[in-house]
Nanobody, 124 residues
Framework: QVQLVESGGGSVQSGGSLRLSCAAS????????MGWFRQAPGKEREGVAF???????TYADSVRGRFTISQDNAKNTMYLQMNSLKPEDTAMYYC??????????????????WGQGTPVTVSS
């Protein structure tokens, strides 16, 4: 049984930083593409950052250079370090796991396992 639990969300001022964590059970990072998504009120869920089974990473253009995805295999935990936060980063953030080691797509439909989400609010 796959379980993903996010933590680390909160409120921060523009320019600040947060680190999100995703504790995983039932998945092995070498075998599963992992990703962070976000969904702002009234908007579609969008992919933010992804890491494949080989540790390769990809980022949405809107966060590249500011966000860093990483994982600690020993702790089975994935992280999203978010720096230089902007008000437009405000959203519910979700971690997700795919069923293949490579990341097929950044579309939410290709990820079968989801956490409950953690909120991030960035004020100007």
């Amino acid at each position: 049984q796959v379980q993903l639990v996010e933590s680390g969300g909160g409120s921060v001022q523009s320019g600040g930083s947060l680190r999100l964590s995703c504790a995983a059970s039932g998945v092995t990072y070498r075998n599963n593409c992992m990703g962070w998504f976000r969904q702002a009120p009234g908007k579609e869920r969008e992919g933010v950052a992804f890491i494949d089974g080989n540790g390769g990473t990809t980022y949405a253009d809107s966060v590249r250079g500011r966000f860093t995805i990483s994982q600690d295999n020993a702790k089975n935990t994935m992280y999203l370090q978010m720096n230089s936060l902007k008000p437009e980063d405000t959203a519910m953030y979700y971690c997700a796991a795919g069923s293949t080691w490579f990341c097929r797509s950044n579309r939410p439909a290709t990820f079968g396992y989801w956490g409950q989400g953690t909120p991030v609010t960035v004020s100007s």
